[in-house]
């Protein structure tokens, strides 16, 4: 899946903007715009890549690792095929394989592909992206003073993993994955290359998903008239649904989106729990790849059940625990 | 081949803040070594591409079929471009306009303040967020006798006409969360410019009818005031 990706740079672009930034780089500021409001957005949207930055690289390192280091079969033989033992089980192997939604992707589809029960897959699709070890320190480091933010995370996620698994082993709808054969054929390079190969795919994608999520946040910040966000931040139903509909909009990585979350703290923890819980499991850009890997009427089912799903559990769990 | 030249650029930018110390205009200094090592990494990716990809020559016939195509990536680019031509500064008076300014809030225990202090050898230093928790909260001892060090950016406000707002940015988590300490401060003869980074030497000026109000500002009376050239390298506070 991963093997031969090569992303569509070319030479086009690459030959205006390189040596553009390249001079910019040498020679310093340009500062084209003085304007303070464009200054402070410029200096939001900066804060919010640069701390996102170093997580998305430890997030590629090691998705690129598992794709040039650990075997499908390997997985495959750890999974159990029994699918209601097998989805608690998957559900599990998320929090031992971090990687970003736009990896475990490709994942769950290879691991279809070789056999393992959907149901399971599914559930490591959903777990994966949401409870791994990167994204719970990325939001433990987000947010310092609500401790109970990762453990809230940790638990909505992870039931809305296993509820979703559960629902699709209960469906048991072999045929739509039908189409789910196996294209892969062995990549002939040396594992170091293929490594890199996929942690520089990994990190050019969900990378440039991120600025856009960083782009949308800090221009909301200023754009949007502090009143009206009060007014909406004040009225727990419409911040709920609000973000959760931005979690969608934004297509943010896992492992930066606490960061766009800690950058909205007109929210209460709740609404922003609902944020965090809904952006890893469904998203535009995932239900594009969802369509793409397994099916335009996948994702016609899978998209609206696991987005209401998500909230509602998100807002349960915000209740107890926040 | 501009896969490799893009992560050149960010991980060579990311280095560049890193190395001026203007990072700290961005997230927290601890963030220091976490954005060197990914800024490493991102330039031996970038290096490492380029060298297999001219191993490999043109002879490789799946080189022109691999093509899985992040073309979203070219964004990476934008916060290069943004930091080159826009010149993003730390949090300043613009930031502090467009929110409310926060107070510490009561510690939760009494022994917060047990530390005695005394400024008769000189004023102390201290943060903004600890003065004003002092001046709110600190029932023991008499704070407003005590002469206190303070370091912050001037941001001018029609509700004060013998000074202005020191206003020092508290950040939880990245600038984005910043929001400002701001103590009103009295006394002074002649104006500063917004943004201008000041050290003063205060007294707390305690409430006129000597009931503390977290609504009000915290206020001060300016002894000595220094203009500060160069903004610290960490212009944040991060008190929680």
């Known amino acids: ?322 | 081949m501009g896969r490799a030249a893009m992560m050149c650029v960010v991980g060579a930018i990311t280095l560049r803040l890193v190395i001026t110390g203007e990072f700290g205009n961005f997230v927290q200094q601890h963030m220091q070594l976490p954005l060197t090592i990914a800024a490493v990494l991102l330039i031996f990716f970038g290096v490492v591409e380029v060298i297999g990809d001219l191993r490999d020559g043109r002879h490789d016939p799946e080189s022109s079929r691999r093509a899985v195509a992040p073309t979203v990536g070219w964004l990476l680019g934008l916060p290069v471009l943004v930091l080159l031509s826009v010149a993003p500064a730390a949090l300043g008076a613009t930031a502090a306009e467009r929110v409310d300014p926060i107070v510490p809030s009561e510690p939760a225990s009494p022994e917060a303040f047990i530390e005695p202090i005394d400024s008769s050898d000189g004023p102390i230093q201290m943060p903004v967020y600890d003065f004003m928790s002092r001046a709110l909260w600190d029932d023991g001892s008499d704070f407003s006798e005590v002469e206190v060090e303070l370091e912050g950016l001037v941001v001018n406000s029609p509700e004060v006409d013998d000074g202005f707002l020191l206003t020092k940015f508290a950040v939880s988590c990245c600038a984005a969360d910043g929001l400002p300490l701001q103590v009103m401060l009295h006394g002074l003869d002649s104006t500063y410019d917004n943004d201008q980074w000041v050290r003063v030497a205060v007294q707390w000026r305690p409430p006129d009818d000597g009931v503390v109000d977290t609504d009000d500002y915290v206020e001060a009376d300016v002894i000595e005031i220094e203009v500060v050239d160069d903004p610290p390298d960490n212009p944040y506070e991060t008190p929680f």
């Not at chain 1, 409001?37 to 804060?47: I, K």
């Not at chain 1, 959903?126 to 990325?138: C, D, F, G, Q, T």
Request: charged letters at 10%.
């Open chain 1, 1 to 322: 899946m991963h093997s031969h990706v090569r992303s569509r740079f070319a030479w086009g672009p690459t030959v205006i903007v390189i040596p553009t930034v390249a001079a910019a780089l040498i020679s310093g500021r340009v500062g084209w715009f003085t304007d303070e409001e464009l200054r402070l957005w410029s200096t939001l949207f900066v804060s919010i890549s640069l701390q996102a930055l170093p997580f998305l690289v430890l997030g590629v390192v090691i998705s690129g690792a598992i794709a040039a280091f650990v075997s499908p079969d390997l997985v495959q033989r750890i999974v159990p095929k029994r699918q209601l033992f097998a989805v608690p089980a998957a559900g599990a192997a998320g929090l031992a394989l971090p990687g970003c939604e736009c990896g475990s992707v490709p994942i769950a589809g290879r691991l279809i592909s070789h056999g393992t029960p959907p149901a399971a897959a599914l559930t490591f699709l959903l777990a994966a992206p949401a409870i791994n070890p990167v994204v719970l320190v990325s939001t433990a480091v987000a947010f310092p003073n609500d401790r109970m933010m990762v453990v809230a995370r940790f638990a909505a996620s992870f039931l809305v993993a296993i509820a979703i698994g559960t629902w699709w082993a209960r469906r048991n709808d072999v045929q739509m994955f039908k189409r789910l054969t196996d294209h892969q054929h062995d990549d002939p390079r040396p594992r170091w290359r293929q490594f890199v190969d996929v942690a520089s795919h990994d990190l050019v994608h969900a990378g440039g998903y991120l600025i856009v999520g960083a782009l949308a946040a800090a221009t909301l910040q200023l754009v949007v008239p502090r009143s009206a966000i009060d007014v909406i931040a004040d009225n727990e139903l419409l911040a709920v649904l609000l973000l959760a509909l931005l979690a969608v909009l934004l297509s943010i990585c896992s492992e930066a989106d606490a960061f766009v979350a800690a950058g909205l703290p007109q929210f209460s923890l709740t609404s922003r729990l609902v944020f965090l819980v809904v952006g890893p499991v469904i998203d535009i850009k995932l239900i594009a790849m969802h369509a793409g890997v397994f099916g335009r009427r996948f994702a016609l089912v899978f998209a609206p059940v696991t987005f209401i799903t998500a909230i509602v559990l998100a807002v349960v769990i915000g209740q107890v625990m926040l």
